[in-house]
T-cell receptor, first 114, second 109 residues
């Protein structure tokens, strides 16, 4: 079975550029989560969706970050304009919307902003 | 704020038993998850506790005491491939997870 698929795996870009990260959740999962992981702060939840609707975006650091889920099989996380402090690994995860079900993570996007 | 504490690093020997502790002080509690993360890879689910007590899954067990805000992950018969980071995560509400910063475990021969 295909797991959560993220693209690109690596992204290197210059400060000020727009960055778009993509995620395809596991088929049948109705919850999707975006996380950011850094050495200093660990794994932090940015935003999550249930049935394509954003439920909690309190972890989104600034207005430069936005996320969309236009349908059940696709989500994007956009940073515009990007800054060096946005450099991190960004993970997407999906799960069934059932209390004891774990979240399944994609392989992540390693983002470097120069 | 939410506070989840784990030791930063631990070392152990192949074949031994290691216990990784996690203490938490959070505004809510609806279960605790343990994830394993190898360097450069995605976190993978290990265990889930919502009631007090021990859950056993092969070489891995996880314990929870809600009154003490405490959990541990027990790894038996350590193997080299167990060298990884172990993340403790508390679920707040129905789905939101808050993660600790993780414990890096190094298993030596």
């Amino acid at each position: 079975d295909a797991g959560v698929i993220q693209s690109p795996r690596h992204e290197v870009t210059e400060m000020g550029q727009e960055v778009t990260l993509r995620c395809k959740p596991i088929s049948g999962h109705n919850s999707l989560f975006w996380y950011r992981q850094t050495m200093m702060r660990g794994l932090e939840l940015l935003i999550y969706f249930n049935n394509n609707v954003p439920i909690d975006d309190s972890g989104m650091p600034e207005d430069r970050f936005s996320a969309k889920m236009p349908n059940a099989s696709f989500s994007t996380l956009k940073i515009q304009p990007s800054e060096p402090r946005d450099s991190a690994v960004y993970f997407c995860a999906s799960s069934l919307k059932v209390s004891n079900q774990p979240q399944h993570f994609g392989d992540g996007t390693r983002l470097s902003i120069l | 704020g939410q506070n989840i504490d784990q030791p930063t690093e631990m070392t152990a020997t192949e074949g031994a038993i290691v216990q990784i502790n996690c203490t938490y002080q959070t505004s809510g509690f609806n279960g605790l998850f343990w994830y394993q993360q190898h360097a450069g890879e995605a976190p993978t689910f290990l265990s889930y506790n919502v009631l007090d007590g021990l859950e056993e899954k092969g070489r891995f067990s996880s314990f929870l005491s809600r009154s003490k805000g405490y959990s541990y992950l027990l790894l038996k018969e350590l193997q080299m491939k167990d060298s990884a980071s172990y993340l403790c995560a508390v679920r707040l509400g129905f789905q939101k997870l808050v993660f600790g910063t993780g414990t890096r475990l190094l298993v030596s021969p």
